[in-house]
């Protein structure tokens, strides 16, 4: 007896030693993933081609998808992209309907009827159940306006070893596809946890009360048996007739919690709210792709959907020039830029930016240029950096080539800037309200670091304007001749000072009085837009960031700032 325990054990120790060397050798796991398309003809190609990109076997994937009621051309691009790459995944089950174009009871393609309701939820549970029909080991439930940049995020999603699982997904503002509460009646609730998972304050995964969009599944697990998309399903539901409410009952009915990670992200469009449509949409597509672009993600293209996309008409915003401020020897920053300008359809103009660290005080001297004997830095009590300086210079070139041309407005901009969303339409609204209220300006402020908390100003009848005060930064604002004029008129090059302080001097809204002597005509009109329209994209002492400045590599530097006083961005 003894004996036969003892080999017993032996066989067992062997065969789990066994069992972990071969599993470093087994497939991956099947996946099917299911796809709902309505109107995505202006995301699909972008949505395909992040698919297309995954890193994952594609023969152990099988693709499910469904489309109909569109008034777009989707069917004609799934058909396109699955003649050319259907036949590289496990296998394709399509259900296209070409005639449906809506429901009886549908106001608007951003309208949630009951018939649409109710559609969406039999679709989402067909496509579950064609997932445990097939022994899919996961489901992956995807929107067709997610943009998984990370080509790697199936793999990541999977090696979490959760039941139900999410990436985050990031839209352009507080948007997502996570919930952080929910009310007793099932609703949506903003709580506390929302904001820092969202902004990956910490990094992980959550608990959270409601995943959707991006939700994979493991099937191979039996509490996974029960999960529904459909309310009729469930024992006792009061909720709303919703696909992922009921889900997320079903979860918790299950006692199956759900998951954001939010180490791996990719990206969703905002909805379209009521009344909204499809040019909203297009809209809202630039907005995020100028996201994606801002945060340096790659957003890839393949190319048999190339022809699917349309680029925005070129707009030169009702200025005379932009101008972009740039390194030469910063090329990425460029890149980077253009690649966004390119999508929000601006023309831009590049200033190779002066190289402060080229620059000696024997340059300055043969320049004939002068630093004002007062200057201090007000945080690091040092003189001005030559940094400083070839930034100064690189916005001086720019107000001059106003001048020699003869412009009558242009809008300035340096390369580490990150656009609101619906940029072109806010700087379109500002410029109309200049107009209308037949203002007088100098110099508007798109983007600022505010210094003081008193009220400022507001013009009257404006909406989106108000009066600067003192502020730093220059990373973009919109200038007229006669700011141009009244700027290099003060002949700052025999008394520089740091070009974010010296806007607020000529407008007369500085603090150093003993300054001003060296600027007597300190008329400038400077307006701000107000909510602001250009952020920096990195912060002294952040990741990634890279001072041209302090070391010598930004043309520009963006002042250091305490940790509070960035919240108010
Ligand atoms: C998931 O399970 C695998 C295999 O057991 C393990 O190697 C991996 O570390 C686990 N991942 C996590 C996040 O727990
Ligand atoms: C699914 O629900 C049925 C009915 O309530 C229950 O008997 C069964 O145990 C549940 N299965 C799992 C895996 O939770
Ligand atoms: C289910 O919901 C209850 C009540 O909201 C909550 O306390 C519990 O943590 C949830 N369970 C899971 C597994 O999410
Ligand atoms: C700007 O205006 C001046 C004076 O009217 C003129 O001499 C000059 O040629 C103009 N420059 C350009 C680039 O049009
Ligand atoms: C602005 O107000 C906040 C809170 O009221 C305060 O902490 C901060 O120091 C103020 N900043 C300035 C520049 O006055
Ligand atoms: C604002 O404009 C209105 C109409 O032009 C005028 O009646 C009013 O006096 C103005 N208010 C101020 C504070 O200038
Ligand atoms: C300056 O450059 C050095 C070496 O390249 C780097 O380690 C340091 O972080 C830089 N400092 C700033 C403020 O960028």
Not at 55 to 74: C, G
Not at 238 to 267: E, H
Not at 500 to 507: G, N, V
Request: hydrophobic share 40%; net charge negative; with cysteine.
């Amino acid at each position: 007896m003894k004996l036969i325990v003892f080999f017993v054990c032996v066989t067992l120790i062997s065969s789990t030693v066994f069992f972990e060397v071969s599993g470093e050798n087994l497939k991956k796991p099947r996946i099917l993933i299911t796809i709902l398309v309505r109107n995505k003809a202006h995301t699909l190609p972008y949505f395909l081609s992040c698919l297309e990109q995954l890193i994952y076997p594609k023969e152990r994937i099988h693709l499910w998808i469904s489309s109909d009621n569109n008034l777009d051309n989707s069917i004609q691009i799934l058909t396109l992209w699955l003649n050319n790459e259907g036949r590289k995944y496990h296998g394709v089950e399509v259900n296209f309907d070409l005639e449906s174009s809506g429901f009886e009871d549908e106001k608007g393609i951003a309208h949630w009827s009951a018939q649409r309701i109710f559609h969406v939820i039999n679709l989402r549970e067909k496509a579950l159940n064609a997932g445990r029909n097939i022994w899919a080991d996961f489901i992956w439930m995807l929107d067709a306006d997610v943009f998984l940049t990370n080509p790697h995020i199936l793999n990541e999603l999977i090696s979490k070893n959760e039941t139900i699982v999410a990436p985050l997904l990031k839209s352009n503002g507080l948007y997502s596809n996570f919930w952080a509460g929910m009310t007793d009646n099932l609703y949506y609730l903003r709580t506390e946890m929302y904001k820092p998972i969202l902004f990956r304050e910490t990094v992980g995964c959550f608990k959270v009360p409601m995943i959707h969009s991006a939700v994979l599944i493991d099937l191979r697990k039996h509490v996974s048996d029960n999960l529904t998309y459909d309310p009729k399903n469930l024992k006792q539901y009061n909720g709303p007739t919703d696909d992922i409410i009921t889900f997320a009952v079903s979860a918790n009915n299950s006692d199956l919690p759900l998951f954001i990670c939010n180490d791996i992200y990719g990206y969703i469009m905002v909805p379209l709210e009521k009344e909204e449509t499809i040019t909203e949409d297009l809209q809202k597509l630039t907005n995020i792709k100028t996201e994606i672009l801002s945060d340096n993600n790659n957003l890839p293209l393949s190319t048999h959907l190339k022809q699917f996309v349309q680029h925005p008409t070129q707009d030169k915003l009702q200025v005379d020039e932009v101008y972009m401020i740039n390194l030469f020897r910063r090329p990425e920053k460029r890149y980077r830029m253009d690649k966004i300008f390119k999508e929000l359809g601006i023309p831009v103009r590049t200033i190779n930016a002066i190289d402060g660290s080229a620059l000696t005080p024997a340059d300055l001297k043969m320049m004939r240029m002068e630093i004002m004997p007062e200057y201090v830095d007000p945080y690091h009590k040092r003189p001005m950096t030559m940094g400083e300086v070839g930034c100064f210079l690189s916005h001086y070139i720019a107000w001059n080539k106003m001048v020699e041309n003869n412009f009558t407005n242009i809008i300035v901009l340096e390369d580490d800037v990150r656009f609101e969303p619906f940029f072109i339409q806010k700087v379109n609204y500002i410029l109309k309200e200049l107009e209308d209220l037949q203002l007088e300006w100098d110099l508007i402020y798109l983007g600022r670091k505010r210094l003081t908390n008193n009220t400022e100003p507001c013009i009257n009848g404006s909406t989106y304007l108000v009066q600067a005060s003192y502020s730093y930064w220059t990373i973009g604002y919109i200038l007229s001749a006669s700011g141009a004029k009244k700027l290099i008129d003060a002949m700052p090059l025999k008394r520089l000072i740091p070009v974010d302080e010296y806007l607020p001097m000529l407008s007369d809204v500085h603090p150093r009085d003993d300054w001003k002597m060296h600027y007597p005509n300190r008329n400038l009109i400077m307006l701000s837009a107000n909510p602001l329209l250009i952020y920096p994209i990195h912060y002294i002492g952040e990741e990634g960031y890279v001072s041209d400045t302090e070391n010598s590599t930004l043309a520009c530097e963006y002042k250091a700032m305490d940790e509070s006083e960035r919240e108010d961005l």
